[in-house]
């Protein structure tokens, strides 16, 4: 008798020592809220200007850099009084003060999505691209250089 009450003992701790494990290594609800937090904190958060600088580098890097170079590059946001082709209203802009080539780069932010349309080199007709601020961060915005070179080229568009 006493050797089934002490296998019935052993058998019950063994079973609570199971079940306190399986408990302790579960995540809590808060800790997969904090993961869930934590993973979309990661994504960077661009301003439009940044934005901006992001798709003309995807767009056309040389344009961009060498307006940048010469203090050409302008920034603005369409407004209803402005001369645009149609489906850009509520657009941003770069363009080259200059506009010696006819380049503009369209540009908007919709969840996560970057939506580009442009011309270039005295070709009227818009091209759209659309690409992720994933794709554009992971491009351009990646290391310590690149972030250094997005925001210096922020910090030397002019605006309207």
């Given at each position: 008798?006493k050797?089934?009450?002490?296998?019935?003992?052993?058998?019950?701790?063994?079973?609570?020592?199971?079940?306190?494990?399986?408990?302790?290594n579960?995540?809590?609800?808060?800790?997969v809220?904090?993961?869930?937090?934590?993973?979309?904190?990661l994504?960077?958060k661009f301003?439009?200007q940044?934005i901006g600088?992001l798709?003309g580098?995807?767009?056309?890097?040389e344009w961009?850099?060498?307006?940048?170079?010469?203090?050409?590059?302008v920034?603005?946001?369409?407004?209803p009084?402005d001369?645009?082709?149609?489906g850009?209203?509520d657009?941003?802009?770069?363009?080259?003060a200059d506009?010696?080539?006819?380049?503009v780069?369209?540009f908007?932010?919709?969840?996560?999505t970057?939506?580009?349309?442009?011309t270039?080199?005295?070709?009227?007709k818009?091209?759209?691209?659309n690409l992720t601020?994933?794709q554009l961060?992971?491009?351009?915005y990646q290391t310590?250089?690149?972030?250094?070179q997005?925001?210096d080229y922020?910090?030397?568009l002019?605006t309207e």
């Amino acid at each position: 008798m006493k050797r089934k009450v002490i296998i019935t003992i052993i058998i019950l701790i063994s079973c609570l020592w199971i079940v306190v494990t399986i408990n302790f290594n579960r995540p809590s609800p808060q800790q997969v809220q904090d993961e869930t937090q934590s993973s979309q904190q990661l994504r960077p958060k661009f301003t439009d200007q940044q934005i901006g600088v992001l798709a003309g580098l995807a767009i056309s890097p040389e344009w961009l850099k060498q307006n940048i170079a010469v203090n050409q590059l302008v920034y603005g946001i369409v407004k209803p009084s402005d001369t645009v082709p149609t489906g850009v209203d509520d657009y941003s802009y770069l363009v080259a003060a200059d506009d010696q080539d006819g380049t503009v780069i369209f540009f908007k932010e919709e969840d996560q999505t970057v939506i580009i349309k442009y011309t270039s080199q005295h070709n009227t007709k818009l091209k759209t691209k659309n690409l992720t601020l994933t794709q554009l961060s992971k491009e351009f915005y990646q290391t310590g250089p690149q972030k250094k070179q997005v925001d210096d080229y922020v910090e030397r568009l002019r605006t309207e």
